[in-house]
């Protein structure tokens, strides 16, 4: 079974930068696509970038381009999202989720996922 753990999240000044980490155990991390989503309170899992499993293909959502980035180190089996420029709109519970080979843009297309972690952006 597949296991994430998110970390990294916090509490930043907008303009500031986290960077999440989430580590996967229990599958072949090299086989998964990874990818970072968000839920804000009242509001739905919104997708924030994914990177497909052999690494080279990274999609993002319009709203982050140019100020998150998404990586993956396979031999830590570790997936991160940089996040630059951050703004108060981008507090949220950010999760992290695997599935298998494709990458997709829909919560209901992955079928693990991590606890969360929390990013608070204040003004």
């Known amino acids: 079974q597949v296991q994430l753990l998110e970390s990294g999240g916090g509490l930043v000044q907008a303009g500031g930068s986290l960077r999440l980490s989430c580590a996967a155990s229990?599958?072949?991390?090299?086989?998964?696509?990874m990818a970072w989503f968000r839920q804000a309170p009242g509001k739905e899992r919104e997708f924030v970038a994914n990177i497909q499993w052999s690494g080279g293909t990274t999609d993002y959502a319009d709203s982050v381009t140019g100020r998150f980035t998404i990586s993956r180190e396979n031999a830590k089996n570790t997936v991160y999202l940089q996040m630059n420029s951050l703004k108060p709109e981008n507090t949220a519970t950010y999760y992290c989720a695997a599935r298998l080979f494709s990458s997709a843009r829909s919560p209901a297309d992955y079928d693990n996922w991590g606890q969360g972690t929390q990013v608070t952006v204040s003004t």
């Open positions: 229990g599958c072949t991390f090299s086989a998964y696509t």
